[in-house]
């Protein structure tokens, strides 16, 4: 097992969920975090900026409120994502907010800084960049990120191409910290995969759309629901950087998924009506391949709960074979 620095030491389950622009919620992440799992959020979710620091008291105060209630079972520790690229104007500010409420887990994407990583240092964070090759995963780690994560193929939103058995084989031959994968993991028998594989913990994203706390329509829900790895598509068309979405999604805003044009279409005009505007995320539905097995949108504790018994039940199958 790699060295793992104190907030990511003795989690409740080996499970990261990953940050969902526009879906994440504190509502959700404090669920995720009760059940056992690292929950976290986009700052970028919280509008008007000011927002941030009204979220950032609800999940500290409700979280330290649970733990002074369960000492013998705490909540996991929460993460926030800060984009680090230089179109957010909001960087600055967003990260001093994480530094006055001592924020556990930073998780950074698009580039790497090392003055934010110092920043979360300043104060005990630990900081997890999210890389989709061996070349940004060096880099990551030169700038002073404690860990990274591992967007291999078939990760939702803007994803890499990489099998994961190649990408974390790469980087455990010369990396020994912290590891989330990232890509189509959904069930608990995916998380043990993960760990058998090298990483430490697994990244999901996609299936904890399909919660009752996630800020997503009922329609996106049960798109999750009723589509399965067929109906994901890699594109760059929506947001300029190539990355999965569903199918169904794209077919409401009257394009056909299997025919998409290479570019950047930020805002598109389409079918959906006159004057009609269909827009990453919000219209164009972000997924993973991972969602075969999601049969029901469920509460986030019951989904943590599945994943749990899943879990078991896959350590146990493994100990039970005989390999000699």
Known sequence: MSKLPAPLN????????????IISNPKMVIAQCISGVVGSMPALNARPAEQLEEWLIEITETLAAYNKAHPDKPAAPFAINQIVHKSNDRLANDMAMCVKYKVPII???LGAREDINAAAHSYGGVVLHDIINNKHAR?????????????????????GVKSPFALIQEIRQWFDGPIALSGAISTGDAVLAAQAMGADFAYIGSAFIATEEARASDAYKQSIVDSNSDDIVYSNLFTGVHGNYLAPSIRSAGMDPENLPEGDVKTMNFAGGEGSKSKAWKDIWGCGQGIGS??????????VSQLKREYGVARQRLAERDYA
């Open 10 to 21: 003795n989690l409740p389950l080996p499970i990261i969920g990953s940050p969902l622009f």
């Open 107 to 109: 998780i950074t994407s």
């Open 139 to 159: 880099k990551a780690i030169e700038k002073g990120a404690d860990g990274l994560i591992a967007v291999a193929a078939g990760a939702g939103g803007h994803a």
């Open 294 to 303: 999601v049969s029901k949108v469920q509460s986030t504790a019951d989904y």
